[in-house]
């Protein structure tokens, strides 16, 4: 079982950085893919980024596409996420997520933190 602990949101201007990390508890974080997700109050939970567990393979949505880096460190069991040109859009509260298929879907992710909140403005 891996618990999962979100940090580094705030409020940040249009076209500032914000740098999200994610430190996970408990054995074995190095075979579980890793990913962000976004929600906003009253939509669905957005897959923003996902991460292979050796951090060899990563993906993003067209939205952060060459905006956003994700990361990970397996000797420290934490997973990054850094976020440059913010725009208003991407105000929402981030969640990371593990599992064991390198997917987009929110079902394929066994744990979940409890969520930082970012917000952007304009």
């Known amino acids: 079982q891996v618990q999962l602990l979100e940090s580094g949101g705030g409020m940040v201007q249009a076209g500032g950085s914000l740098r999200l990390s994610c430190t996970a508890s408990?054995?074995?974080?190095?075979?579980?893919?890793m990913a962000w997700f976004r929600q906003v109050p009253g939509k669905e939970r957005e897959f923003v980024s996902a991460?292979?567990?050796?951090?060899?393979?990563?993906n993003y949505a067209d939205s952060v596409k060459g905006r956003f880096t994700i990361s990970r460190d397996n000797a420290k069991n934490i997973l990054y996420l850094q976020m440059t040109w913010l725009k208003p859009e991407d105000t929402a509260t981030y969640y990371c997520?593990?599992?064991?298929?390198?997917?987009?879907?929110?079902?394929?992710?066994?744990?979940w933190g409890q969520g930082t909140q970012v917000s952007v403005s304009s």
């Open positions: 997520a593990a599992g064991g298929i390198f997917l987009r879907q929110e079902g394929a992710y066994d744990y």
């Open positions: 991460i292979s567990g050796r951090g060899s393979t990563t």
């Open positions: 408990g054995r074995a974080f190095s075979t579980y893919t």
